[in-house]
């Protein structure tokens, strides 16, 4: 009986070798985003799940690494209770706070927001609260940001239509700004903080001359463009990884230095990953040289 034929490897194996080399460059870090990227986007946010086989590479990264990181839209708390593993940092609401071993940090220019966050998040849920037809809205209060989904709308794109004026409103009203991601809307407060800030945060925290990032969404975009301007500038060596869908925006593609292939591909890059890291380095490839 033959042997049934080799599945194509989701990760070309040059760019698990390139990935490999950057990470031996130390301080290393791995930083990840949450959801598309370490988790299967689900109806609502509380659905969505990190498998335990994703938490057992970061887990073992994080011991043969000097920092691994999550940096999410999501608050810091849930993104770690999510994650489940507490030796890991957890950059939550793009770059707003930061936990790590039990401390929590806000910045306080956005924690002087909440009550803003809080009380436009309450006026768009209240807008539409009496308007039959509009049970898929899902406001989601995360303290120093505020998420609206609209993920479960029978049209997302009438949905869109019918949430922008409301919210860009409300924001105006108490001095937010408003940005956009897959089926949803953010409430921010206006301070020069994103996950690109973030990223060139971690990198100089930790003095990190290793960095990989994975992140699916526009909001990461700003992590790659950070990036890349560090890595421009000699101060780090460096991959940014797009991990795609369907629902990839342009601005991702675009802007990646290599895509991979969804939740499954970034699981099955996080495993290779913690293998060869004790073998030598080998000859440098060129970000080029990866699909995107
Ligand atoms: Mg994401």
Not at 141 to 152: E, F
Request: aromatic share 4%.
């Amino acid at each position: 009986m033959s042997s049934p034929a080799e599945p194509p490897a989701l990760v070309p194996p040059r760019l698990i070798e390139r990935c490999q080399a950057i990470l031996r460059q130390r301080p290393a870090a791995v930083a990840c985003d949450i959801d598309g990227t370490l988790s299967v986007i689900a109806a609502t946010p509380g659905a969505a799940i990190i498998t335990d086989d994703i938490r057992v590479s970061l887990a073992r990264l994080a011991s043969r690494l000097d920092v691994v990181a999550i940096v999410s839209g999501r608050s810091a708390p849930i993104a770690s209770t999510m994650v489940g593993l507490p030796e890991l940092v957890y950059i939550g609401n793009h770059g707003m706070e930061r936990l790590h071993q039990d401390e929590i940090w806000q910045n306080p220019e956005a924690a002087a927001a909440i009550t803003a966050i809080a009380a436009a998040a309450a006026a768009v849920d209240a807008a539409f609260a009496a308007e039959a037809g509009t049970g898929w809205l899902l406001v989601e209060n995360k303290g120093v940001s505020a998420t609206i989904h609209y993920r479960l709308a029978p049209d997302p794109i009438a949905a869109q239509a019918l949430l922008l004026p409301v919210i860009s409103a409300a924001a105006a009203r108490h001095g937010l700004i408003v940005t956009e991601g897959r089926l949803i809307f953010e409430l921010r407060p206006n301070v020069p903080i994103n996950k690109g800030s973030a990223i060139a945060d971690l990198v100089a925290r930790h003095g990190l001359r290793g960095l990989l990032f994975l992140g699916d969404d526009l909001t990461d975009v700003d992590g790659f463009l950070a990036l890349q301007a560090l890595r421009a500038a000699g101060a780090i060596d460096g991959l940014a990884i797009g991990v795609l869908g369907v629902e990839s925006h342009p601005r991702v593609r675009e802007t990646m230095d290599a895509g991979i292939p969804g939740v499954s591909a970034a699981a099955a890059l996080l495993a290779a990953l913690g293998d060869g890291l004790d073998r030598p380095a080998t000859e440098s490839v060129a970000a080029a040289d990866f699909p995107r």
